[in-house]
């Protein structure tokens, strides 16, 4: 295949895409809007799940270098009571299939494994319009542009391709993370760090949660989970970060103060995490092309998949338009038939976990999940 793919977003699905592409020969560059890898931090830890972020890894030829990453004891998890009462826990035992890695260095290993060259750093997708015959134009924040007969839409949620191929737009859950972190807390936050454990705690109750993860160095990474209005959330001032960590808190109040420490304590300013989601079952005509992988063409509710699920679109077109070389039509519609299929079956199961996380019934249907006492997502 000689067509050149253009791919616009760096994030894990448009360079998993590239480095499929580029151990098939096939010519590809990247447009990211970021200035540098080093623009902003990358999120947090990921567990790379055996039937889609590992096979992506391998197509991508980065197995040995995946295995290098990862954080031995991090599949640890445990559920808590508001009063701190354990209510669960499983340790790592080194046997299961979703071992813990950092976003950023996964993304580095990706990065690293390109040629010089390949990502374009600084190119903020402004505007993309067909040209006809399959041939579109994208224009840069910087003025810039290039003409392609095969785009990719890797650029998440608030996609600036998508609107070439639908007209769905995201909408807000309800529901929104406030971020925070943890220093050296073994030493500093010591209440804190042992509440936590050695991987994955969330202390739950309806309409909202505590869920934190050990990372590297002591520290320790907090989504706190909120069922609230976007206008209530517009009503703290997070520019003022004591206070956003207070107004936050106070919606925990009685909750134990190890785990509340896990806000009030933050050694960086919380940031919010609006959650949104396209429609389930999310689809489009074909339009030659032209396609989208990961949050931009499935964006749905966190429930630990969304990372998994970009790198293996990315790995699964590559080797579609690798096996197609005379035909990007036909590999882009084997693309897409599957990619529909998988994530209309991943949202359904996000929307069950996130009602098992945060419903009325919290966190006892989780906790038998967990146990096997009560059937779960399928993923």
Not at 106 to 119: A, E, K, Y
Not at 120 to 146: C, I, M, Q
Not at 335 to 352: G, I, K, V
Request: hydrophobic residues 45%.
């Amino acid at each position: 295949m000689r067509t050149h793919v253009t791919i616009i977003g760096a994030g894990l699905g448009g360079l998993t895409l590239a480095r499929v592409l580029h151990v098939h020969g096939i010519p590809v560059t990247v447009h990211e809007a970021e200035a540098s890898p080093a623009a902003r931090a990358q999120g947090g830890m990921l567990d790379i799940h055996e039937h889609n972020g590992q096979p992506a890894l391998a197509a991508a030829g980065l197995t040995e270098e995946f295995r290098a990453l990862v954080l031995p004891g991090r599949e640890a998890s445990r559920a808590l009571a508001p009063d701190g009462t354990v209510l669960y826990e499983e340790p790592d035992d080194g046997t299961g299939g979703r071992p813990e890695v950092l976003r950023g260095e996964l993304r580095r290993i990706l990065l690293d494994s390109l040629p010089p060259g390949t990502v374009r750093w600084g190119r903020k997708a402004d505007r993309v319009r067909a040209l006809g015959d399959g041939r579109h134009e994208v224009t840069f924040a910087d003025g810039g542009s290039v003409t392609t007969s095969l785009l990719v839409g890797a650029d998440g949620a608030w996609s600036r391709v998508r609107p070439l191929l639908s007209g769905a737009v995201p909408a807000y859950t309800g529901t929104s993370f406030v971020e925070t972190y943890l220093f050296d807390a073994g030493i500093r936050h010591p209440a804190a760090a042992k509440a936590v454990g050695d991987g994955a705690m969330f202390a739950l109750a309806p309409g909202k949660g505590i869920q934190a993860h050990r990372e590297t160095g002591g520290t320790l990474h907090t989504y706190v989970a909120l069922r609230r209005s976007l206008d209530w959330f517009a009503g703290v001032d997070f520019t003022d970060a004591a206070a956003a960590a207070a107004r936050i808190a106070a919606e925990f109040d009685g909750w134990a103060p190890e785990l509340t420490a896990l806000i009030t304590d933050g050694e960086t300013p919380p940031v919010l995490r609006p959650l949104h989601t396209l429609p389930g079952g999310h689809r489009w005509d074909r339009v030659p092309g032209v396609t989208l992988l990961g949050d931009a063409a499935h964006l749905m509710i966190p429930n630990g998949e969304g990372a998994n699920l970009a790198m293996y679109d990315g790995a699964e077109l590559g080797k579609a338009l690798a096996a197609h070389p005379d035909d990007t039509e036909a590999a882009l519609t084997a693309f897409e038939e599957a990619m529909f299929a998988r994530s209309t079956a991943e949202y359904a199961d996000a929307a069950q976990l996130h009602e098992l996380m945060f419903g009325d019934d919290t966190p006892h249907g989780l906790i038998a999940m967990f146990t096997g006492a009560a059937e779960g997502p399928t993923s």
